[in-house]
Nanobody, 121 residues
Framework: QVQLVESGGGLVQAGGSLRLSCAAS????????MGWYRQAPGKQRELVAN???????NYADSVKGRFTISRDNAKNTVYLQMNSLKPEDTAVYYC???????????????WGQGTQVTVSS
């Protein structure tokens, strides 16, 4: 099983910044993609940013220009730099990873536990 451990959430004032980190561990052969989703109270979970191993990085329109996703392959870690935060960014942010397991070479997908981001006015 693949484990994703998130960190970096917290309370910040509007206009501030946070940097989320997600470190993956387990019997991983390779990653197809890693990304971030968020879910606000009463709302459905939505994609924030996705960084595939091949192809283009994807951002939600609402965060484009403010958020930046990146990854450190040596650390199996994906980051989400969030700048110019707005109250509407308040949500639980979830890390997601998809790839191939070692040994069995079966596909996997895994979610982090979620980290709360709260942006005050």
């Amino acid at each position: 099983q693949v484990q994703l451990v998130e960190s970096g959430g917290g309370l910040v004032q509007a206009g501030g910044s946070l940097r989320l980190s997600c470190a993956a561990s387990g019997n991983i052969f390779s990653f197809d993609a890693m990304g971030w989703y968020r879910q606000a109270p009463g709302k459905q979970r939505e994609l924030v940013a996705n960084i595939p191993s091949a192809g283009s990085i994807n951002y939600a329109d609402s965060v484009k220009g403010r958020f930046t996703i990146s990854r450190d392959n040596a650390k199996n870690t994906v980051y989400l730099q969030m700048n110019s935060l707005k109250p509407e960014d308040t949500a639980v942010y979830y890390c997601y990873a998809r790839g191939i397991l070692a040994i069995t070479l079966r596909d996997f997908s895994s979610w982090g536990q979620g980290t709360q981001v709260t942006v005050s006015s």
